[in-house]
Structure formats: structure tokens, C-alpha cells
């Protein structure tokens, strides 16, 4: 499967706790992205990445959250803390440039439950 | 504030019919439109998309509409299929300043009666 991957599916955990996902994109795309997906919602940018360079952050990504992309190639997010008010899906995406002129191809995500 | 109003919210239409979702938006510098097939436990996958340069694309059965006086473009969907069957996201953007970020309507979650 040469689709972007993201791991794990499934994530259940309790508040407070710390978790971190994992994404990996398509081979040759240098960029990568991050959204938050809650129930009966689209999608909101989180971050993205040129390269290991972190270029943009919402104002969604509080200091509870971190991304990073150390080789500029699988990137990885941390969230300290963990609310109820993180649980949602979290989807992962990928560009071989800018998406504006090649689109993007998104993961499967990782769902985030906190209880 | 939400930028992309997308309607409806959900819609039942009968196998062989139209599907019509419509969005609007208000950021003037959007210049990008493409839209979202997202099914049950899978991320979004790419449809369709539109710049502001042609009022219509069409690809198979999906039919982009726009109108840029009147900020709204809608995704037409011909002769439905019972798997066309999901959720669907509209969304924009623009490059200006080098943002990357790409911002979706609330979906619409299609229902294609066999």
C-alpha cells in the first residue's frame, strides 16, 4: 500500500494521560499535514510541514500539542495532557508540493478517545 | 467563524438521481474549491476541485458548479449510485501568503436509495 499511513487506528486513553500518533506519507511527498476531525465535522488544520520545516500552526494546536517531522519524512504528534475535548479523529495528509497544485491524499486517521 | 456554509446537511435521493450539494464562502481571496468523498473509518479522498477561472467541471458523473459573484459552488452528482453513498466535504483555500490550510464545510452525508 503506497497510501499514507497513519498509526495507530485506534487510540483509547485516559485524561491526563500522554499520547503520540504517527503518520506516514506517500514516499516522495515533501509535505505533510495535520487535521482534527470531531463527529459531524470537517476537518481543521492543525500544521503542516516542508520537509522536517514546521511552516504553519493553527491556533487550534495549543501548547499541549506538538508535531514534528525530524527527517522530513514520517512525522509524529504529541498531545500532553489529554481533555475530553480532544477526542476526535486525527487525520494525517500528504502533498508532493504545494497542495494548492497537487492535491492532497489523506490517511485513514487515528481515532482518539478519552475518557 | 465558518468560513465554507455547506447545505444541506444530509440528503436521500433515489438510485438513478441528482445529487446536489451546495457550499458558499466568504473569503473573496479563495481560489481553490475542491471537494471530499469521505466513507465510514476512512480519511477524506479527493472528488473533484475547481479553480475561479471556469464556472464548470465535469469528470464522469460529478459536475462542479461555480459562481464567483455569488461566492457559491455546488458538486452535482448524476445518475447516483447506491455506493456513491457518504459523506461529503467541500472546501477552499488560497496560497496567498504561503498558507497551506485547506477549510472544510460540515459535510453532507449522502443517502443513495436502491
Avoid at chain 1, 48 to 70: G, H, I, T, V, W
Avoid at chain 1, 80 to 97: I, K
Wanted: glycine letters at 10%.
Amino acid at each position: 500500500d503506497t497510501g499514507v499511513s497513519q498509526d495507530p487506528r485506534h487510540k483509547i486513553t485516559k485524561r491526563g494521560q500522554n499520547v503520540t500518533f504517527r503518520c506516514d506519507p506517500i514516499s516522495e511527498h515533501n509535505r505533510l499535514y495535520w487535521y482534527r476531525q470531531t463527529l459531524g465535522q470537517g476537518p481543521e488544520f492543525l500544521t503542516y510541514f516542508q520537509n522536517e520545516a514546521q511552516l504553519e500552526k493553527s491556533r487550534l494546536l495549543s501548547d499541549r500539542f506538538s508535531a514534528e517531522r525530524p527527517k522530513g519524512s514520517f512525522s509524529t504528534l504529541e498531545i500532553q495532557r489529554t481533555e475530553q475535548g480532544d477526542s476526535a479523529m486525527y487525520l494525517c495528509a500528504s502533498s508532493l508540493g504545494s497542495g494548492y497544485h497537487y492535491g492532497y491524499t489523506f490517511g485513514s486517521g487515528t481515532r482518539l478517545t478519552v475518557v | 467563524q465558518q468560513q465554507v456554509k455547506q447545505s444541506p446537511q444530509s440528503l436521500i435521493v433515489q438510485k438513478g438521481g441528482i445529487s446536489i450539494i451546495n457550499c458558499a464562502y466568504e473569503n473573496t481571496a479563495f481560489d481553490y474549491f475542491p471537494w471530499y468523498q469521505q466513507f465510514p473509518g476512512k480519511g477524506p479522498a479527493l472528488l473533484i476541485a475547481i479553480r475561479p477561472d471556469v464556472s464548470e467541471k465535469k469528470e464522469g458523473r460529478f459536475t462542479i458548479s461555480f459562481n464567483k459573484s455569488a461566492k457559491q459552488f455546488s458538486l452535482h452528482i448524476m445518475d447516483s449510485q447506491p455506493g456513491d453513498s457518504a459523506t461529503y466535504f467541500c472546501a477552499a483555500m488560497t496560497i496567498q501568503g504561503g498558507s497551506e490550510k485547506l477549510v472544510f464545510g460540515k459535510g453532507t452525508k449522502l443517502t443513495v436509495n436502491p
